[in-house]
């Protein structure tokens, strides 16, 4: 406290009360705004809204933003070529089995793919499980590449046997994943 004094006033024995807070009496300056002002003549909903929006009269939208305006938007891309596909695929599937999961009996809500390829968005290729034994097919072993569990070998390996770069190669599979699953076993 003393030190404080020292730095601020040259004197640590010098003790400044300070006064009674002083807020503005006035009324917000935002017509048809009878709150009263706090800062820069302003009440605080609208303080803040200048603050945030550089504008007083700006409302914040509420409710979930469709598109490029929602905070989780990733640019439009999906994991599925036809999302509503395989929604409609996988609602079918779960009908066709009584929403029973194949492997326990339980109540099936999820489906997995049987041979790990999103892009094969066939109902046969469509296993209907719980969330237990879904999350149980998904444990992955630590350390395991997504390559070698999608396409059965490291990125790495894919490049060299492809003979090409990784850039490219990973253009390619952000394309069309199916190509190089079908490029691995012509040249295989």
């Known amino acids: 406290m003393h030190y404080y004094r020292q730095r601020r006033h040259g004197n640590p024995l010098i003790i400044k009360l300070r006064g009674p807070k002083k ?16 800062t820069r003549n302003m009440c605080n909903k609208h303080y803040q809204r ?6 007083p009269l700006i409302v914040k939208p509420h409710g979930f933003q469709k598109g ?10 999906a994991e599925y070529k036809n999302h509503s596909l395989m929604k409609k695929l996988r609602l079918k599937k779960l009908e066709l089995i ?11 809500t999820h489906i997995y793919h049987k041979n790990k390829n999103k892009q ?22 630590k350390g ?17 046997k492809l003979n090409i770069s990784h850039p490219i190669l990973l253009n390619y599979l952000k394309k069309d994943p199916n190509l190089v699953h079908f490029e691995i076993s012509k040249r295989g």
């Open 68 to 77: 490029s305006k929602n905070i989780n938007w990733r640019g439009g891309v």
């Open 98 to 108: 009584n929403f029973k999961c194949e492997e326990c009996g339980a109540k099936a």
């Open 144 to 160: 395991t590449s997504k390559y070698l569990r999608l396409y059965g070998m490291r990125l790495k390996d894919m490049a060299q």
């Open 120 to 141: 094969d968005q066939r109902i046969a290729n469509y296993i209907a499980l719980c969330i237990k034994c879904f999350y149980k097919r998904l444990r992955i072993p």
């Open 23 to 38: 807020f503005n009496t006035g009324k917000c300056i935002v017509k048809n705004c009878h709150n009263a002002q706090r």
């Open 50 to 55: 200048w603050r945030t929006y550089g504008n």
